[in-house]
T-cell receptor, first 113, second 113 residues
């Protein structure tokens, strides 16, 4: 099992540019979560999906952030336009709903200049 | 709003010693998670505690859950250097197992030879 796959692993961009982060959950898992980690705010839940349906996006900081899950094996988190304060590590996690822990991907380190 | 508090936030200890990390949370939940994070790495699941009185052990780490007191502990026995990491506790927002997690700020543990 390859685990949760995220791409890119590192992203450096300039303020105002669009950033798209990608996630492939573990096969068979039906819940997918996006988290953000910063020194100041720690680990925060941004949004999560059950069976490809967004359940709670209250953690999405602004309208500049959007997330989609078009099918069970792929999700994107988009930031448009990006700002320096969006610099963080973005983690995707997946779980087999109700039974197991959440398994985290390697993360995407985003730096917005 | 669910709050999760860990203490201590920083712990430096010597090999061979015992210590306990505490995790308090502010709402009723029967599901609590412990994760480990090494510097620059992702989160690794350690334990999932699913009911009041649950106790799980893996090597030198033992976790317990008291849902009435809204308290979980992570006990380290005879610490070794390899256990140096940041440890997070997290609570499932609704206790149902399919929802996003609220994390504590983490306990940065350094074990000195």
């Amino acid at each position: 099992d390859a685990g949760v796959i995220q791409s890119p692993r590192h992203e450096v961009t300039e303020m105002g540019q669009e950033v798209t982060l990608r996630c492939k959950p573990i096969s068979g898992h039906n819940s997918l979560f996006w988290y953000r980690q910063t020194m100041m705010r720690g680990l925060e839940l941004l949004i999560y999906f059950n069976n490809n349906v967004p359940i709670d996006d209250s953690g999405m900081p602004e309208d500049r952030f959007s997330a989609k899950m078009p099918n069970a094996s792929f999700s994107t988190l988009k930031i448009q336009p990006s700002e320096p304060r969006d610099s963080a590590v973005y983690f995707c996690a997946s779980s087999d709903r109700g039974l197991e822990t959440q398994y985290f991907g390697p993360g995407t380190r985003l730096l917005v200049l | 709003e669910l709050k999760v508090e860990q203490n201590p936030l920083f712990l430096s200890m010597q090999e061979g010693k015992n210590y306990t990390i505490y995790c308090n949370y502010s709402t009723t939940s029967d599901r609590l998670y412990w994760y480990r994070q090494d510097p620059g790495k992702s989160l690794e699941s350690l334990f999932v505690l699913l009911s009041n009185g649950a106790v799980k052990q893996e090597g030198r780490l033992m976790a317990s859950l008291d849902t009435k007191a809204r308290l979980s502990t992570l006990h380290i026995t005879a610490a070794v250097h390899d256990l140096s990491a940041t440890y997070f506790c997290a609570v499932d927002m609704t206790g149902g197992g399919a929802d996003g997690l609220t994390f504590g700020k983490g306990t940065h543990l350094i074990i000195q030879p």
